[in-house]
Nanobody, 122 residues
Framework: VQLQAFGGGLVQAGGSLKLSCAASERAFSSYTMAWFRQAPGKEREFVAAIMWSSLATVYGDSVKGRFTISINNAKNEVYLQMNSLKPEDTAVYYC????????????????WGQGSQVTVSS
């Protein structure tokens, strides 16, 4: 399975961006899709995840209430709607996929997209 993320860019603080991640093939219903991010000099951080079957979602504390993860089954795509962006949201964002339940640890994910840069100016 190949994942391709797109939709990043430069936005002012308080603005919005929507990231998309396209999967090359239909994931099994038991899979989980997730977004992680990595800022310069920092470890990769869990952002959000959604289970393909139940559409249950989970978010990292730093983005709760501002970001929304969703899936389009027909297009095999997962999205991350980012609102009320802050300069500290600046990072390379990665989409990832794993079997079964979501996980906070990036090492547990099987497939990764190439990353999309999001820069939030103050």
């Amino acid at each position: 399975v190949q994942l391709q993320a797109f939709g990043g860019g430069l936005v002012q603080a308080g603005g919005s961006l929507k990231l998309s991640c396209a999967a090359s093939e239909r994931a099994f219903s038991s899979y989980t899709m997730a977004w992680f991010r990595q800022a310069p000099g920092k470890e990769r951080e869990f952002v959000a995840a959604i289970m393909w079957s139940s559409l249950a979602t989970v978010y990292g504390d730093s983005v709760k209430g501002r970001f929304t993860i969703s899936i389009n089954n027909a297009k095999n795509e997962v999205y991350l709607q980012m609102n009320s962006l802050k300069p500290e949201d600046t990072a390379v964002y990665y989409c990832a996929m794993k079997r079964n339940l979501y996980a906070y640890y990036d090492s547990l994910y099987d497939y990764w997209g190439q990353g999309s840069q999001v820069t939030v100016s103050s």
